[in-house]
């Protein structure tokens, strides 16, 4: 960028939402991924439709998608590619 004039960056978003990642790193998410799976191999059987679970569905919202992930390596980042411009 070769413009180094003061700028303000307006960003509309709704109140910071933590992830809601489930990505099976603690016992308990594991536990209730496997049983998950369970449910959803039981249930199968009643459905001539495909039964399948995805970590993310992108239809509805609750914000998160705006959010950055708690990893303190890439807020550093963020920082200081924010600097850098």
Do not use: C, W
């Amino acid at each position: 960028m070769t413009d180094k004039n003061p700028a303000i960056i307006v960003f509309y978003s709704s109140l910071y939402s933590p992830d809601t990642a489930l990505a099976g790193e603690t016992e308990k998410e594991q536990k209730l991924l496997q049983a998950l799976d369970h449910a959803i191999n039981l249930m199968q059987t009643e459905y001539k439709h495909a039964i399948v679970s995805k970590n993310f569905f992108p239809h509805i919202s609750d914000r998160s998608l705006v959010s950055r992930s708690d990893n303190m390596d890439e807020i550093d980042y963020a920082v200081r590619m924010s600097f850098s411009l």
